[in-house]
């Protein structure tokens, strides 16, 4: 079974751009989450996405938006980008939704690499 | 104040060493998560906890919910265990659909020859 894939694996924007990322889950699973990590402020929670609805967005600005289709796959777009958003972008998929009552293992993929000059 | 914090931050062993990181958390939560980062970038997650113990190989985490604090142990360490362990928590005070991992900042655990 294929495991969560993210494209592309590296990226390299200039400030005031946009970048559109993708995550295609593991077969079967429904739920994805996608999270940010940079030196300084460590993983952060961005949104997680169900059956295609939104179910949680972390602290981000507007700038930072998500989707998912009907084949589970999401995609996150980040317009205007800021020297600050140079960071890893992970995703991570499950079966069912992350949830209080719910606590799906998360299967992570290997993450985009957002650099920005 | 994190609502995570981690200890060490850093840690180096020697191979065969019995190795111990250490998580305490501020909030309520409903599951614990023991996540493993290689260089690169790449997570497995290890554990999911919330209760008593669990064990995979040579690995074993615990958590005490009473003292707020998890434990992820590793007997016979070996060098491929190096990589930065990362305990995430999900936290209980949100009882809306959805709920969100909260992060510590991580263990960069070195084993040597």
């Known amino acids: 079974k294929a495991g969560v894939t993210q494209t592309p694996r590296y990226l390299i924007k200039t400030r005031g751009q946009q970048v559109t990322l993708s995550c295609s889950p593991i077969s079967g699973h429904r739920s994805v989450s996608w999270y940010q990590q940079t030196p300084g402020q460590g993983l952060q929670f961005l949104f997680e996405?169900?059956?295609?609805?939104?179910?949680n967005k972390g602290n981000f600005p507007g700038r930072f938006s998500g989707r998912q289709f009907s084949n589970s796959r999401s995609e996150m777009n980040v317009s205007t980008l800021e020297l600050g958003d140079s960071a890893l972008y992970l995703c991570?998929?499950?079966?069912?939704?992350?949830?209080?009552?719910?606590?799906?293992?998360?299967?992570f993929g290997d993450g985009t690499r957002l650099s920005i000059l | 104040k994190n609502e995570v914090e981690q200890s060490p931050q850093n840690l180096t062993a020697q191979e065969g060493e019995f190795i111990t990181i250490n998580c305490s958390y501020s909030v309520g939560i409903s599951a614990l998560h023991w996540l493993q980062q290689h260089p690169g970038g790449g997570i497995v997650s290890l554990f999911m906890l919330s209760s008593g113990k669990k064990k995979h190989g040579r690995l074993i985490a615990t958590i005490n919910i009473q003292e707020k604090h998890s434990s992820l142990h590793i007997t016979a360490s070996h060098p491929r265990d190096s990589a930065v362990y990362i305990c995430?928590?999900?936290?209980?005070?949100?009882?809306?659909?959805?709920?969100?991992?909260?992060f510590g900042e991580g263990t960069q655990l070195t084993v040597n020859p």
């Open positions: 995430a928590v999900r936290v209980s005070k949100e009882e809306t659909s959805g709920s969100r991992l909260t």
């Open positions: 991570a998929s499950s079966y069912g939704p992350q949830g209080l009552r719910s606590n799906q293992p998360q299967h």
């Open positions: 996405y169900f059956s295609e609805t939104q179910r």
